[in-house]
């Protein structure tokens, strides 16, 4: 059965430093979509791709998150600098059009 | 404003008891509802989806939901649980006209007693 990728599945950082998460979705799924789930909470959408634009990013941090999809494939979040409060699960879905999501196994972040 | 909400964060259940997991949500229509699980440091899995038609929807793992209009709620149950159902239960909630954008409530953490 087909599966999203994500990798690395952990990662710990310190503060001010760059860190990059990688997803690869479901062949043929247009739609991407990047979650962040704080410890105890539900997940958050961050941003969203429809092929390689950008759909939804209203929840991104911009002034320190970025996400790309350039070929409308793959999609890798990159935060820079991190800090503390970043620590969290990023985790990645993609789905057709039929609205179901299947998500990855996420990456954990842990910023010291 | 659009919400979904699971009253409760903890629930506690032995082996072999049936389980109700609550969610409730506030909208205007009838959103699109799904309840994923998910274990200690792995991502979500889907357990069943309800877009319309019967209200009653049959998912994996022997889990059902109901879909109750009148309340604008989406309950999960299983009649018999498994040491191995102890997991987190999100319940998501799909907004029509905004996109794909999935709505989760907090979560319910599930603990099954031996």
């Known amino acids: 059965e087909a599966e999203v990728a994500q990798s690395p599945r952990y990662k710990i950082t310190e503060k001010s430093q760059a860190v990059a998460f990688w997803c690869d979705p479901i062949?043929?799924?247009?739609?991407l979509y990047w979650y962040r789930q704080i410890l105890g909470q539900g997940p958050e959408l961050l941003v969203q791709?429809?092929?390689?634009?950008?759909?939804?990013d209203s929840q991104l941090p911009k002034d320190r998150f970025s996400a790309e999809r350039l070929k409308g494939v793959d999609s890798t979040l990159k935060i820079q600098p991190a800090e503390l409060g970043d620590s969290a699960m990023y985790l990645c879905?993609?789905?057709?059009?039929?609205?179901?999501?299947?998500f990855g196994p996420g990456t954990r972040l842990t910023v010291t | 404003a659009q919400s979904v909400t699971q009253p409760d964060i903890h629930i506690t259940v032995s082996e072999g008891a049936s389980l109700e997991l609550r969610c409730n949500y506030s909208?205007?229509?009838?959103?699109?509802l799904f309840w994923y699980v998910q274990s200690p440091g792995q991502g979500l899995q889907l357990l069943l989806k309800?877009?319309?038609?019967?209200?009653l929807v049959q998912g994996i793992k022997g889990f059902e939901a109901e879909f109750k209009r009148s309340q604008s709620s989406f309950n999960l149950r299983k009649p018999s649980v498994h040491w191995s159902d102890a997991a987190e239960y999100f319940c998501?909630?799909?907004?029509?006209?905004?996109?794909?954008?999935?709505?989760f409530g907090t979560g319910t953490q599930l603990k099954v007693e031996l």
């Open positions: 309800y877009f319309s038609g019967d209200t």
């Open positions: 998501a909630v799909l907004f029509t006209g905004g996109g794909n954008k999935l709505t």
């Open positions: 909208y205007g229509a009838t959103p699109y």
């Open positions: 791709f429809q092929d390689e634009s950008v759909v939804d």
């Open positions: 062949s043929g799924h247009a739609t």
């Open positions: 879905a993609s789905s057709l059009q039929d609205h179901e999501q299947y």
